[in-house]
Nanobody
Framework: QVQLVESGGGLVQAGGSLRLSCAASGRFTSINTMGWYRQASGKQRELVAT???????NYADSVKGRFAISRDNVKNSVYLQMNSLKPEDTAVYYCNLRDGWANYWGRGTQVTVSS
């Protein structure tokens, strides 16, 4: 059983910054991809950023240049530094871990950006 626990969400004004953290526990291989997805009210869940165990990254176009994903393989953790936040970044942010065919999700953390 794999558990992902997110933290770091909250309310911030437009232009501000937040840092999300996600810690993974349980059984999974060291070769995996971790990432962040988000779901705004009334919309589908969408990719924000992913990072492989070798630190290869991928970003949604909407966050390139503003968000940075990183990971600590010793702590089995992934982070998302979010800068220059916009009201359209408001969503529930979910941590994800893909390990082979297995796909795990955290419960999500709310990020609200006020204008």
């Amino acid at each position: 059983q794999v558990q992902l626990v997110e933290s770091g969400g909250g309310l911030v004004q437009a232009g501000g910054s937040l840092r999300l953290s996600c810690a993974a526990s349980g059984r999974f291989t060291s070769i995996n991809t971790m990432g962040w997805y988000r779901q705004a009210s009334g919309k589908q869940r969408e990719l924000v950023a992913t990072i492989t165990s070798r630190s290869s990254t991928n970003y949604a176009d909407s966050v390139k240049g503003r968000f940075a994903i990183s990971r600590d393989n010793v702590k089995n953790s992934v982070y998302l530094q979010m800068n220059s936040l916009k009201p359209e970044d408001t969503a529930v942010y979910y941590c994800n871990l893909r390990d082979g065919w297995a796909n795990y999700w955290g419960r999500g953390t709310q990020v609200t950006v006020s204008s």
